[in-house]
């Protein structure tokens, strides 16, 4: 209760003409602030009218939806990313199918076949990774980093000028 309060005095502050406290039921007191509002000026128009207790879970309902979809967004690119791995390491056993073939039919076992892949799925990926975070980084301390901070911020909703 103490920080309702606290919200409450802040919010009051702020904007001290859109925020009162109720001593009746919401249900009865939106329509009289309503009607008190409208004898005054017919043509402003009132939004969001509530109590102070909705207003919390209306910020955190747009902060999960926004969660959500940048979860789902991550979701996608993970599949999607395993599924190009898979592409790709299904393109590069196909080509060297013949030469398996040889090795398997000279007395190679499986077990090395596999390394084989593997070692070479490993190296493209390690290589990846060592061009890539270097390159984050470096953009993640340029201009371009906030080009892409400002992008994500209009995406996401938010009017912060960067």
Not at 12 to 25: G, K, N, T, W
Not at 79 to 91: E, K, P, S
Not at 109 to 121: A, D, P, S
Request: charged residues 20%; proline residues 3%; positive net charge.
């Amino acid at each position: 209760m103490k920080s309702c309060s606290r919200l409450y005095r802040l919010l009051l502050r702020l904007y001290p003409a859109h925020v009162r406290r109720r001593c009746a039921h919401p249900r009865f007191v939106i329509p009289l602030m309503r009607q008190a509002v409208w004898s005054v000026d017919g043509d402003l128009a009132i939004t969001q009218a509530g109590t102070m207790s909705s207003f919390p879970s209306r910020s955190a309902s747009d902060e999960r939806y926004r969660s959500q979809l940048m979860g789902a967004f991550a979701l996608l690119a993970t599949v999607l990313a395993a599924v190009g791995v898979f592409g790709v390491t299904a393109r590069a056993v196909a080509q060297r199918s013949r030469e398996m073939g040889i090795r398997l039919g000279l007395g190679a076992q499986e077990n090395e076949l596999i390394g084989t892949v593997l070692r070479g799925n490993l190296t493209t990926g390690l290589v990846g990774i060592g061009v890539g975070l270097p390159r984050n980084h470096l953009i993640g301390r340029s201009g371009s980093g906030a080009k892409c901070r400002r992008f994500l911020a209009a995406f996401s909703g938010m009017t912060r000028d960067a």
